[in-house]
Nanobody
Framework: QVQLVESGGGLVQPGGSLRLSCAAS????????MGWYRQAPGKERELVAG???????NYADSVKGRFTISRDYAKNTMYLQMNGLKPEDTAVYYC?????????WGQGTQVTVSS
């Protein structure tokens, strides 16, 4: 069994920063791709940032230049550095990964941007 556990969410003022972490544990798998997603109340889950095992990254237009996705393979952990946060970034953030044609999800972490 594979578990993904997010951490690092919280309340931050507009313009502030947070770093989310997604730690993988359990059975060892090789994720061909991983990503950060978010879901705001009343909205569908959307991809925020993704990365492949080859190092390719992609970002939603709304976060380009502000968010950075990275992976530490030694720690089996993925990160999302979020700078210049805006109220519209408020959502539950989920990490997800694909391995051997199966999708794995974390439980989510709340990010609230408010003054």
């Amino acid at each position: 069994q594979v578990q993904l556990v997010e951490s690092g969410g919280g309340l931050v003022q507009p313009g502030g920063s947070l770093r989310l972490s997604c730690a993988a544990s359990g059975r060892t798998v090789s994720f061909s791709s991983m990503g950060w997603y978010r879901q705001a109340p009343g909205k569908e889950r959307e991809l925020v940032a993704g990365t492949t095992a080859g190092g390719t990254t992609n970002y939603a237009d709304s976060v380009k230049g502000r968010f950075t996705i990275s992976r530490d393979y030694a720690k089996n952990t993925m990160y999302l550095q979020m700078n210049g946060l805006k109220p519209e970034d408020t959502a539950v953030y989920y990490c997800g990964g694909r391995a051997s044609r199966r999708d794995y999800w974390g439980q989510g972490t709340q990010v609230t941007v408010s003054s």
